[in-house]
């Protein structure tokens, strides 16, 4: 390992806020760091994310830490694609932050308080299929930016309403502007939405152990990883937008000591004009079989009719899983 570890990030605000919270951790520890932008290909376009492809925040990180630029690479989990990276492995998974979407409206209104009618933007296809299902009139249009143009457009009357991830206005220290947090019972948030993910080079055992030590909480790690497993089962037969949700819960065993286990609940979504069609699968697991777990759920919403859910009837079966959820 090197005398300061670097940690590759993108420019953003909320992708340096992310990583300065890594970092200072790190120092408290008493290791030496670095932080290190690296462009994307995500941070030069302004197309919407399904059109860019998955992984669009993830290649140029990953290429810069297997060619030795820099030690980490800080994602947000979220965006990371389900397939493994041979070169890297998967070192820490920090305390999750928060996973629920936030709205931000006009007037300080809650979802439920807007009008028929009202506009809300999402760059999420998840979130715009479960919203348009809760049935409550709104109009859902795609957006692109950071969170402080998706906010503007509220702010200068463009639309109603925005949906973005909790967590991002967490960690920029403006949760206040949510007007809301939504229930996971409403809009159940991406898999591992809320949760950071720092890879190390495979080769490289030290960093590894580092930040395993450091940062790794385990059921943060478990959590994320049950609801990963949703994704990459889905994503061989389904292209619909997906949410998963994992809470470690106490229950007692067949003794009846208390142990704690993992409850998974996901959604996954069909939007065929003019309507929306959620299929919903829910179950509880052992903490150590957190994978399996996501797999057997994401089979029940197969069972359920989700293999049907990538493209209307005979337009040849579903495509490829879009990245953005």
Do not use: W
């Not at 059109?51 to 980490?72: K, P, Q, Y």
């Not at 973005?164 to 409403?186: C, M, S």
């Not at 395993?212 to 389904?238: I, K, N, P």
Request: proline fraction near 6%; glycine fraction near 12%.
């Amino acid at each position: 390992m090197t005398t300061t570890l670097r940690l590759g990030t993108r420019g953003s605000k909320l992708a340096l806020a992310q990583t300065e919270y890594c970092a200072q951790r790190l120092r408290a520890a008493g290791v030496e760091v670095q932080i290190v932008p690296v462009r994307t290909a995500g941070d030069a376009s302004a197309a919407p994310i399904v059109e860019i492809g998955v992984g669009v925040f993830v290649s140029a990180l990953r290429a810069a830490l297997a060619a030795g630029e820099v030690d980490v690479a800080v994602h947000s989990y979220k965006d990371l694609p389900t397939a493994p990276d041979p070169r890297l492995v998967l070192a820490a998974v920090p305390p999750r932050g928060e996973y629920r979407d936030a709205l931000v409206a006009r007037d300080g209104l809650v979802l439920g308080a807007l009008p028929p009618g009202s506009v809300l933007g999402t760059g999420s296809p998840r979130r715009a299929a479960q919203l348009r299902a809760l049935g409550l009139g709104l109009e859902v249009v795609p957006i692109r930016g950071n969170v402080d143009s998706r906010i503007r457009k509220v702010v200068e009357g463009e639309l109603d309403g925005v949906v973005i991830a909790g967590a991002g206005l967490a960690r920029l220290g403006r949760r206040d502007e949510a007007t809301e947090l939504l229930d996971p019972l409403q809009l159940l948030p991406a898999p591992a939405q809320g949760a950071l993910a720092l890879e190390c080079r495979a080769d490289d055992l030290d960093t590894e152990h580092l930040l395993g030590a450091v940062l790794d909480d385990e059921g943060s790690r478990c959590a994320v990883t049950a609801e990963r497993a949703v994704l990459a089962a889905l994503e061989a037969g389904c292209s619909a937008p997906v949410g998963a949700l994992a809470d470690v819960v106490e229950d007692l065993d067949d003794e009846g000591r208390v142990v704690e286990r993992l409850s998974l609940r996901a959604v996954a979504a069909a939007t065929f004009e003019p309507s929306v069609e959620l299929y919903r699968a829910s179950a509880m697991g052992e903490m150590i079989a957190a994978e399996r777990l996501g797999r057997d759920v994401a089979a029940e919403l197969l069972d359920l009719g989700a293999a049907t859910l990538g493209s209307p009837p005979g337009s040849g079966g579903p495509g490829p899983m879009p990245d953005g959820k």
